[in-house]
């Protein structure tokens, strides 16, 4: 079983970075996908970032492509999230996912799930 754990989150301001990071333990993650989503307050979650064990894939909302960006340490089962000019938009709790499958509708999750962190970001 996959337990993922996120870290990182805190409370910021506009135009500040922040880097989240997602460990994963109880399995090698070499078959897997690691990602990120994200829930704000009364919206729907909603995909930011995927990236592939080979790195192969990799992708980030077109929406924050300019501003965010996913790295991965294969050797420590990790993944990152960089977030840098953040806006208060961007507050919610991040998610780390694993398995994530890419469809019609773009990328869904998949069925492992970190408890998420929090981000706030304030004007």
């Known amino acids: 079983q996959v337990q993922l754990m996120e870290s990182g989150g805190g409370a910021v301001e506009v135009g500040e970075s922040l880097r989240l990071s997602c460990a994963a333990t109880?399995?090698?993650?070499?078959?897997?996908?690691m990602g990120w989503f994200r829930q704000a307050p009364g919206k729907e979650r909603e995909f930011v970032a995927v990236?592939?064990?080979?790195?192969?894939?990799?992708d980030v909302a077109d929406s924050l492509k300019d501003r965010f960006s996913i790295d991965r340490d294969n050797a420590a089962d990790t993944v990152y999230l960089q977030m840098s000019n953040l806006k208060p938009e961007d507050t919610a709790v991040y998610y780390c996912?694993?398995?994530?499958?890419?469809?019609?509708?773009?990328w869904g999750p998949g069925e492992f799930w970190g408890r998420g962190t929090q981000v706030t970001v304030s004007s």
């Open positions: 990236k592939s064990y080979f790195g192969g894939v990799a």
């Open positions: 996912n694993a398995n994530l499958v890419y469809t019609a509708a773009g």
């Open positions: 109880g399995r090698q993650m070499n078959s897997y996908s």
